[in-house]
Every structure is written in structure tokens, then in C-alpha cells.
């Protein structure tokens, strides 16, 4: 949990994970709600930046146990689920049975079958930021748009930790640092327009992320 102020990095006493194993060690008691300052903020600006979802086809990609698969399916969108982690997955069925497990960098979906795609504090999970990108833009209807957040980049400088109980003890979750810029280039490079880019503070800092893209796709008439 990333509780404020943020836990620095403690590399001696919790062993650190990478996300895939961390997530299946978590799963059992991962809320299904924000459960801490950081994801309470980062919560209530992905709903703000929400569009109108009704009957649309959205996909809560790394969807863990779920929070968004709530929020979007209440607002009237078919929802579907997609995580890395089979454990995350079983605690989402709850909600919708219409879940993958798949990595976000090949994702399991046609191209121009989805509406929009919500990916909440999950991009940081993985190196290659600009792979992910390009998987949520290839998947998008022309018009679509990603909703993303991270856990705002001057975390690492501060040395912020993911960190979270499980069987005792505590475990840290490994992950990546990608600077602003990066995400602005990864944007760029998978064809994506930005239209909001929030970076909402929790004491005067800066905590998360969050980016509203639309996809950049010319529709050719046949001749």
C-alpha cells in the first residue's frame, strides 16, 4: 500500500517482487476499493475524466479485483475485464464473467473493438511502456480513448515503495519509474492525441499521473 506519507525504500527488510508475483501473493485481500490517499485521489480523477459509457464496449485492462469493473458497469458500459494475475481475476468474476488473463503488451482483443479502455495504476507495472500503448491504441474504434494512471514518476526520486501484507510479513512490489516525458513520447508513438493530462498533489506533491487520450486513425472511404 502506498499509505502518506509514502513508506521510503527499505531494500533490507521487505523483500521485493515483481508485479506478476506480487499481485497473485496479494489478491486474497486486495481491496476492491481505493484503500489508501494515492488511489483516493487517483479514483476520483479517472471517474472525472469519464465520458458517457452507456452501451459502449470498455475494457478495464489490468483490472485487478475490480474497482473500475464496478464503477463502468454501473454507469451502463459492457464491460470486460483483463489481468496478468489469475488470482486478481478470480476476485473480478464477481462482477463480470467476461474476463482474459493476458498481458497488457498483446492484448487478446480484435483491433477496432473497443470504445474506450480505463488502465488504473498498471503502466508502471511494465518496461515497456510504448509496446502497452500501441496494444491499447491497436484495439481502439477510430475516436477511442484510453483513460490511464501511474503513480506520479517523482516517486522515484523521492523513493517512494509499493509495499503490502501478506502471511506475516511484509513484500514490496517492483515496477518503473517512465518520466513525463516518456509518457508524452509514448503517447505520440502510438498514435495517441492527449486531451487531459492531470497530475493531482496530495500536500503540494504531485502523486499520480492520469492521461486522456484519443486515438489518431483516418478512416479511408473505399474508392
Given amino acids: 500500500m502506498l499509505k502518506w506519507p509514502f513508506p521510503r525504500r527499505r531494500e533490507d527488510a521487505i523483500q521485493r517482487l515483481d508485479p506478476q508475483s506480487a499481485y497473485e501473493r496479494w489478491a486474497r485481500t486486495y481491496p476492491a476499493r481505493p484503500h489508501n490517499a494515492l488511489m483516493e485521489v487517483e479514483h476520483a480523477t479517472v471517474l472525472a475524466l469519464l465520458p458517457d459509457v452507456r452501451g459502449q464496449t470498455v475494457l478495464d485492462a489490468g483490472c485487478g479485483t475490480g474497482r473500475y469493473l464496478r464503477e463502468l458497469g454501473d454507469r451502463g458500459a459492457r464491460v470486460i475485464g483483463m489481468d496478468l494475475s489469475s488470482a486478481m481475476l478470480d476476485r473480478a468474476r464477481d462482477l ?27 503502466l508502471g507495472d511494465v518496461a515497456e511502456l510504448e509496446l502497452a500503448l500501441s496494444e491499447i491504441a491497436r ?19 523521492a523513493g517512494w515503495s509499493r509495499t503490502f501484507e501478506s502471511e506475516g510479513r511484509q ?19 502510438a498514435g495517441f492525441t492527449i ?3 492531470r497530475e493531482p498533489e496530495i500536500a503540494y506533491q504531485p502523486v499520480v499521473l492520469v ?12 474508392t
Fill in 96 to 122: 463480470t464473467r467476461r474476463v482474459a488473463r493476458a498481458d497488457i503488451r498483446a492484448l487478446p482483443f480484435d483491433a477496432l473493438s473497443i470504445d474506450l479502455v480505463v488502465c488504473g495504476l498498471v
Fill in 139 to 157: 484495439v481502439l474504434r477510430p475516436g477511442g480513448r484510453v483513460i490511464y494512471s501511474v503513480v506520479h514518476p517523482a516517486g522515484d526520486a
Fill in 171 to 189: 513484500w514490496a512490489v517492483d515496477g518503473f519509474w517512465h518520466s513525463l516525458d516518456r509518457h508524452r513520447q509514448a503517447c505520440a508513438a
Fill in 195 to 197: 486531451d487531459e493530462w
Fill in 211 to 222: 492521461v486522456r487520450a484519443s486515438v489518431r486513425r483516418t478512416i479511408v472511404e473505399p
